[in-house]
Every structure is written in C-alpha cells, then in structure tokens.
C-alpha cells in the first residue's frame, strides 16, 4: 500500500489482521458464517476511506467516512459475537477490539469535524 495518511495505513493494516482472523476461523476453526460477516465489515472500513480519499465532493467523502464509522461500529459488534462465543480468545479480541474502536474514534471525529467545518462554510456563503 502507498502510504497516504494514517487512517488510510491504519484501516488497510487492520483489514489484513481481519483476513488472517477470517483465515484461522475457517480453517482452524471450520467457522464460515459469523466469521465473513467480520471479514466484510473489517475490510469495508478501509475500502471506504479509500473511497473517501478519492471522493469527487465534500458530500461523498463525508458519505465514505460515515460508511466507514458505521462499518467499524459493525466490525466490533461480530468480534464480540465470535469472543463470546468461544470462537476467538480473548488476547485476539482485545487486540482487534482495540483497533477497531481506535479507528471508529478517528472516524467519528473526522466526521464531526467535518460536519461541523461544512455547516460554517455554509452558513458563511
């Protein structure tokens, strides 16, 4: 990956921790359902901060960067399925967790940041 800025460095590396996650769950574990369900959420949130870095206007990057909120909020949601589920132990999930609720803390700022800095350009128009 090029390197462009850290969220979009952050969301690819957490993508390929998802995948190698997706991997040892259907091949050590024989676990197919819950664990795509991770996969497409964890990977969707780098795929829409790409998205948002090549968006053709202000209101398609904030769309990306909401997306991409919402998607980490789901990607923790199926990581604390498969914990309590005995599925992924628990030193995984908090490693996982951890950078799924960093990047959903840097998307939700970003998006309010940005919400907020459009409704002053608006207002001052």
Same mark, same amino acid.
């Given at each position: 990956?090029?390197?462009?800025?850290?969220?979009?460095?952050?969301?690819?590396?957490?993508? !390929?921790?998802?995948?190698?996650?997706?991997?040892?769950?259907?091949?050590?574990?024989r676990?197919?359902?819950?664990?795509?369900? !991770?996969?497409?959420?964890?990977?969707?949130?780098g795929?829409?901060?790409?998205?948002?870095?090549?968006a053709? $206007?202000?209101?398609?990057? $904030?769309?990306?960067?909401?997306?991409?909120?919402?998607?980490?909020l789901?990607?923790?949601?199926? !990581?604390?399925?498969l914990k309590?589920?005995?599925?992924?132990?628990?030193?995984?999930?908090?490693i996982?967790?951890?950078?799924?609720?960093?990047?959903?803390?840097?998307?939700?700022?970003?998006?309010?940041?940005?919400?907020?800095?459009?409704?002053?350009?608006?207002?001052?128009c």
């Amino acid at each position: 990956m090029n390197k462009q800025n850290p969220l979009s460095e952050k969301s690819y590396a957490f993508a !390929l921790k998802i995948i190698n996650t997706y991997k040892l769950l259907t091949n050590a574990k024989r676990e197919y359902i819950l664990s795509k369900q !991770l996969l497409r959420s964890g990977t969707s949130i780098g795929a829409n901060v790409a998205e948002a870095n090549g968006a053709i $206007s202000k209101a398609d990057f $904030s769309a990306k960067i909401s997306i991409a909120y919402k998607e980490s909020l789901e990607t923790k949601y199926w !990581l604390s399925i498969l914990k309590d589920s005995d599925f992924i132990i628990v030193k995984d999930f908090q490693i996982l967790f951890e950078e799924a609720d960093e990047l959903s803390k840097i998307l939700f700022f970003n998006s309010k940041i940005y919400t907020h800095k459009t409704k002053l350009m608006t207002a001052n128009c």
